[in-house]
């Protein structure tokens, strides 16, 4: 089966810009989550969707951050406008519902850097 | 959520055996312990999970005490491609999210 993909597996942006990055959860995971690292620091919950339905965003750093599952299936996190220490890499997993010790899968990342 | 406390470095030779304690003292009932391995510029990787005892698949075991309060990644025989970052965590997908230690980055040496 296909992994978690996503994409862009770079993104170099100015502050003030704006940046979406997309995620595409192994089919059929209707759990898909959203971490990020920031540089030197540990992985972080960023949050958790349920099919379309946002779980648990207690992660979020602010508003500038916006994710959407529209349908359930793939998920975008927006930043807008990016900051400086928003620059990390943004990791995206993905698991099936109905298991609570089923593994997360997760995709390659993006890097972003804001300048 | 469960903190888990790791080494954060360890060193190896090819072909020893690697053990990897990590420290979970407050692991929800629920969760299940979860070992990740990470390569550089990619995302963790599944490497091996279990609720109580030992448990042991095609790359390692997995030792937890009664208690649950540790548990011992073991890793038999290693080789260079086993050089990575190894994280622990408590899982329980359904609860959502799971906190990443800063985890013990291996090295193998030749």
């Known amino acids: 089966e296909a992994g978690v993909t996503q994409f862009p597996s770079h993104s170099v942006i100015e502050k003030g810009q704006t940046v979406t990055l997309r995620c595409d959860p192994i089919?059929?995971?209707?759990?898909l989550y959203w971490y990020r690292r920031v540089m030197g620091k540990e992985i972080k919950f960023l949050l958790h969707?349920?099919?379309?339905?946002?779980?648990?965003e207690s992660g979020m750093p602010n508003n500038r951050f916006l994710a959407e599952r529209t349908g359930g299936t793939y998920s975008t996190l927006k930043v807008q406008p990016a900051e400086l220490e928003d620059s990390g890499v943004y990791f995206c997993?993905?698991?099936?519902?109905?298991?609570?010790?089923?593994?997360?899968?997760f995709g390659n990342g993006t890097r972003l850097t804001v300048t | 959520l469960a903190k888990t406390t790791q080494p954060i470095s360890m060193d190896s030779y090819e072909g020893q055996e690697v053990n990897i304690t990590c420290s979970h003292n407050?692991?929800?009932?629920?969760?299940?312990i979860t070992w990740y391995q990470q390569f550089p510029s990619q995302g963790p990787r599944f490497i091996i999970q279990?609720?109580?005892t030992k448990v042991t698949n095609e790359v390692a075991s997995l030792f937890i005490p009664a208690d649950r309060k540790s548990s011992t990644l073991s890793l038999p025989r290693v080789s260079l491609s086993d050089t990575a970052v190894y994280y622990c965590?408590?899982?329980?997908?359904?609860?959502?999210?799971?906190?990443f230690g800063d985890g013990t980055t291996l090295t193998v040496k030749p």
């Open positions: 089919s059929g995971h209707d759990n």
């Open positions: 997993a993905s698991s099936p519902l109905g298991q609570y010790n089923s593994p997360l899968h």
């Open positions: 969707f349920v099919k379309e339905s946002k779980q648990d």
């Open positions: 407050n692991i929800a009932t629920n969760d299940y």
């Open positions: 965590l408590g899982l329980n997908t359904n609860a959502g999210k799971s906190t």
């Open positions: 279990g609720y109580k």
